[in-house]
């Protein structure tokens, strides 16, 4: 994307479109997103920058299973999860992320 995007040239899919339409202070939809909106995100999030992380692997698992959740079913997912070596889904993620499904 250049730099002039257009809200109708602006990309809605791919994991860097929601942190460039918050960077560029507009939602998908062209209308400005409020400054109420991205001050609490940019206050939380920079609390986040400051966080002592516990590992790149523990938070590669938890990126697969809130993300892969939402497309994957849970059996399939957790057989993907041991297959690459990971913990198996723990009875909070699947009541969490599937106990409503």
Known sequence: MSPETTPEQQTTTGA????EAIAKGIDFDG?????????L???????EAGRQRSGVSNTMRSR???IGAKHI????LNQKLIGAGFAPLKDKEIAF???GK
């Open 73 to 76: 079913p849970q059996d399939e």
């Open 97 to 99: 992320f599937y106990g």
């Open 16 to 19: 860097d479109a929601i942190d």
């Open 31 to 39: 209308s400005p997103i409020p400054a109420e909106k991205l001050d």
């Open 64 to 66: 697969i299973v809130r």
């Open 41 to 47: 995100y940019n206050q939380v999030m920079a609390l």
